[in-house]
């Protein structure tokens, strides 16, 4: 969801604002701008408290008095991988004596490091879990953002969790995985949002804690089936170029500018010249018919790489007047593609077989 489409609501009792966990996974499509994942505003009073990913892809915390921050945590990992599903776990307790017990910040299962960390005193209590606004996409004063998918949004009151809580290490792969039924409590103003997607009514968002603390959607939504555990391929903001072509619809979207020929990959590659894939484009509109759908060598993408695809010896593409191309040399294939036309593209490297297909 994007800052003008957002969900939010405002407690009406104060929870606890000492300890509290917020654990979700994000995946973010384009790495410029700020994603909120929490705040809580009583804007213009510059009470604010706000755990976001900034827009150098940094992760922080923070809690202002006005202009005065009076807590400052920021991470020094960089997240900007489109392709990666994260997963974020914020740690808050204050009635630790030690400083850096009170806020912690996890990544995957790991503990963060920090560039910033101005930790708030003993017992101090956040402005979150209190009687005002809590966002998760927007922030209350701003007009800027970027989107974020959520998926497993979880908001503990009252209790500090670490992230084993939520997910853990595949023994086969090595990799962070997602415990999709964690035992956990949500306390007072706790709940669980985004666990088989929007579980909207209306514009009201339900909460699957079982809590009852349902959150009110702002806007519009989009659901999609790309998951943590089931990770889809989209085109890879990584290449962007603003002056060639736009991405939007995260990253499922393109728009070309007039006559470019720049061309746009995908966030998934395949290794070892091994398995099956199969992948489908919609055109929505081609004026000028110029259009090519396929697959290029990681030789030719790179990020200054100009020109189609199918110029290089190492792409193989389905042009849009029906011909085959390799190497920039076409050869009669199958019937030209239109607007509105679905082109398939099932590549089988176990036997170095590419073919098309056209709706």
């Not at 991470?75 to 392709?83: C, E, F």
């Not at 974020?148 to 009252?158: A, I, M, P, T, V």
């Not at 290029?296 to 190492?314: M, V």
């Amino acid at each position: 969801m994007a800052y003008t489409n957002y969900i939010h609501r405002t407690p009406s009792g104060a929870g606890n604002r000492k300890t509290f966990t917020i654990s979700t996974w994000v995946k973010r499509p384009k790495s410029n701008g700020q994603g909120w994942i929490m705040t809580v505003d009583s804007y213009p009073s510059g009470n604010m408290f706000q755990y976001q990913l900034d827009t150098g892809s940094y992760l922080n915390l923070g809690q202002y008095s006005g202009s005065s921050a009076q807590v400052a945590v920021s991470t020094s990992n960089l997240l900007r991988d489109p392709a990666a599903w994260y997963h974020l776990v914020l740690r808050v307790d204050t009635t630790q004596s030690t400083a850096a017990d009170r806020v912690r910040m996890y990544i995957n299962g790991t503990e963060a490091s920090y560039s910033t960390t101005t930790y708030p005193s003993q017992n101090y209590d956040f402005q979150l879990n209190n009687t005002v606004k809590h966002s998760i996409g927007s922030r209350e004063d701003t007009s800027s953002g970027t989107s974020l998918y959520y998926s497993h949004y979880h908001f503990c009151d009252g209790y500090s969790y670490g992230p084993d809580s939520f997910g853990s290490t595949d023994a086969t792969t090595g990799q962070w995985k997602i415990n999709t039924s964690p035992s956990v409590s949500y306390g007072t103003n706790g709940f669980f949002v985004f666990k088989n997607g929007m579980n909207l009514s209306g514009s009201t968002v339900q909460d699957q804690s079982g809590q009852g603390n349902n959150l009110t959607l702002v806007g519009s939504s989009v659901e999609t089936q790309d998951t943590p555990s089931d990770n889809f391929c989209t085109l890879n903001s990584l290449y962007y170029a603003a002056s060639q072509y736009t991405l939007s619809d995260g990253n499922n979207s393109i728009v070309y500018a007039t006559d470019s020929s720049r061309s746009a990959f995908g966030t998934i590659g395949m290794t070892d010249n091994l398995g099956k894939f199969y992948w489908e484009i919609k055109i929505v509109s081609d004026s000028n018919n110029k259009g090519a759908y396929g697959i290029c060598d990681d030789l030719y993408t790179d990020l200054n790489a100009t020109g189609a695809f199918i110029d290089y010896s190492g792409g193989y593409g389905y042009f849009a007047n029906g011909n085959s191309y390799n190497g920039g040399t076409g050869s009669t294939y199958g019937n030209a593609i239109t607007t509105g036309d679905i082109v398939g593209v099932a590549l089988d490297m176990d036997n170095r077989k590419l073919y098309f297909s056209k709706n």
